[in-house]
């Protein structure tokens, strides 16, 4: 039996550079290795889209084509839409029980996510819930392992206190899940410098980007505003384009040596714009290509999504019989 993977993503816009850093390449690392579910939270994305509806319904495809354009294979992984199981959501109501509010408010990336959406006090309560959720997500699928972003470890660590405490309370029937984050360096900042890339910020690179709406971001990306002449000393630290060669230059010695050039005058910020540009186009270009492929035969694409969603509910289905079983509320066997 292979060990289980689960992970996805929200369905509020397509994704992007960061998502790819973060968790698409170990998906289709590990997706021969390990039985992968790839999920599109349409759920989630709902907590903080309540009055946008239609924005989820139409990002569940971009997400299918990005994922089928990185080379997440609908063969191997199983690709499924979170509401259509809802015995994620039937899940989610009991580990309620198991979690208190102030746990959830002292939750790091909520926290955050508060802060940048401006909810003040209007925090929708399936909003602050959704880590809840996410913990039934990776349980009913028993999943061993979870390649996200590092802004998701603190979602994977309330998993692991709910299975610990239904495992406890009702019976050893969860797998404590662990968390796949990217190694070398692998947080992606956002072009403008901000420490995330997202879509909210408005600050992101997105794997359907044209080629040259790629190089235009790339040089408008934000380095060291202290570097105003060629022949002035740079700041490399903090500088968004030398944190991105980091990741995708696989030359460090002459890296190194740029670094050191850009540190004592003399190198300017177009070369290595130009550097990172060719590095970053020869990454994207086969992902676009394919996403073109994919985002011409639609109903191929919703034929994946709903035959994924079939498999996946089975697994969900048998779980949610187990969870009755131990927690003494399986009444009725032909109900
Ligand atoms: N919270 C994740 C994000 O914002 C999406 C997500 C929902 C997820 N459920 C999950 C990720 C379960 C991993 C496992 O990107």
Redesign the pocket.
């Known amino acids: 039996m292979k060990k289980i993977i689960?992970?996805?993503?929200?369905p509020t816009g397509p994704l992007h550079l960061g998502h790819y850093i973060g968790s698409l390449r170990n998906r289709v690392a590990l997706q021969n290795e390990y039985q992968q579910f790839v999920?599109i939270?349409d759920v989630?994305a709902l907590t903080d889209n309540a009055e946008n509806p239609e924005k989820i319904r139409q990002n569940i495809l971009e997400v299918a084509l990005d994922y089928l354009a990185v080379g997440i294979d609908p063969k191997i992984s199983t690709f499924f839409i979170?509401s259509m199981l809802p015995e994620i959501a039937e899940l989610t109501m009991f580990y309620l029980n198991l979690v208190t509010i102030a746990r959830l408010e002292r939750n790091p990336t909520v926290k955050d996510e508060i802060k940048n959406k401006d909810f003040a006090r209007n925090i929708p309560a399936g909003f602050l819930m959704?880590p809840v959720?996410?913990a039934a997500?990776?349980t009913i699928f028993n999943a061993n392992l979870?390649p996200?972003?590092h802004?998701?470890l603190p979602?994977i660590e309330q998993t692991v206190e709910i299975v610990r405490k239904f495992n406890l309370l009702y019976g050893e029937i969860f797998i404590e899940p662990q968390a796949l984050v990217p190694k070398e360096g692998g947080r992606l900042p956002g072009v403008d410098g901000k420490a995330k890339m997202s879509k909210s910020l408005g600050n992101a690179i997105y794997l359907g980007d044209a080629a040259d709406v790629v190089t235009k971001k790339i040089m408008n990306m934000f380095t060291d505003p202290n570097h105003l002449r060629i022949s002035d000393p740079g700041t490399v630290e903090g500088n968004v384009v030398f944190t991105y060669l980091d990741i995708f230059d696989p030359n460090k010695e002459e890296l190194e040596e740029l670094k050191a050039h850009y540190r004592r005058g003399g190198l300017g910020d177009v070369t290595i714009k130009r550097r990172l540009n060719d590095l970053l186009q020869a990454v994207l270009q086969p992902i676009r290509t394919q996403r073109e492929m994919y985002a011409n035969d639609k109903e191929a694409v919703l034929a994946i999504l709903e035959d994924g969603t079939k498999a996946a509910r089975e697994v969900a289905v048998a779980t949610m019989r187990k969870v009755k079983k131990v927690m003494r509320i399986d009444y009725f066997a032909s109900l």
Request: glycine share 10%.
């Open positions: 689960l992970t996805g993503d929200r999920m939270a989630q979170q959704y959720s996410q997500d990776i979870v996200v972003g802004d998701q979602m």
